[in-house]
């Protein structure tokens, strides 16, 4: 199975995609995706949707990084973007969560868990594992993706004035990576493991708008049609 044969698709991250996964890390994370797809297990997402963040997401236009740490790991629920669901799948609990803290936080109530709508507008939504093996969480999480993802951080904190809400020990061991002009705001993981811990009350939505407005740039429209 080809994996990675969609990469030419992508414009905006066309060229940085296409340099990394020429390197030897990146052809690691190759082998065991086809190792395990080998072995009879199911990845999720499905390939074409492993970038599918970066698609969405103008690069030129990002305002926002939202960081996660894998994709759902159950069955035709994670469509590429982190924290975001297939349409019409009914919403995870940890998105249920984030939607949770938006209506406390900006009273806006959304109950459609495909949050394409965010990542047009400048929010990379993106998880530090770009698979999962289903009913496995973090499964993949050490099979090279990370090192992805820390290249991601410092392609993305080198434009400066970048805001980065950070969910989870997961995300928030990338802080060291982010410099510059750039903004973190640091947050527990939404899931219901955690949420109680440090995710309810963080009022990252307003937060981050506010910086946005700040800095003299639009802020996000955060309610889902």
């Given at each position: 199975m080809c994996y990675f044969g969609c990469v030419m698709q992508y414009e905006n991250w066309q060229n940085f995609i296409e340099q990394e996964t020429k390197k030897t890390y990146f052809q690691?994370?190759?082998?065991?995706?086809?190792e395990d797809n080998s072995a009879g297990k199911i990845i999720h997402p499905e390939p074409k949707l492993f970038f599918k963040a970066f698609e969405i997401c103008?690069?030129?236009?990002?305002?926002?990084?939202?960081l996660g740490q894998d994709p759902y790991h159950t069955p035709a629920t994670a469509n590429g973007l982190a924290f975001s669901v297939q349409?019409?799948?009914?919403v995870p609990p940890s998105l249920v969560n984030i939607f949770k803290e938006l209506d406390s936080d900006l009273g806006i109530k959304n109950y459609s868990g495909d949050l394409s709508y965010w990542a047009e507008q400048g929010v990379l939504l993106l998880n530090t594992s770009l698979t999962v093996i289903e009913g496995e969480a973090g499964s993949h999480s050490k099979i090279g993706w990370e090192i992805f993802t820390d290249e991601v951080i410092k392609q993305v904190q080198s434009k400066n004035n970048i805001i980065f809400l950070l969910w989870g020990s997961h995300a928030r061991k990338k802080k060291?990576?982010?410099?510059?002009?750039?903004?973190?705001?640091?947050?527990?993981?939404p899931s219901p493991l955690s949420a109680h811990n440090g995710f309810f009350g963080c009022k990252h939505f307003s937060q981050a708008n506010e910086k946005l407005i700040e800095l003299g740039s639009r802020p996000i429209?955060?309610?889902?049609?």
């Open positions: 690691s994370i190759k082998k065991r995706l086809i103008n690069l030129n236009n990002l305002k926002i990084v939202i349409k019409h799948r009914k060291e990576l982010i410099g510059g002009d750039n903004f973190v705001f640091e947050a527990a993981h429209d955060w309610q889902l049609a």
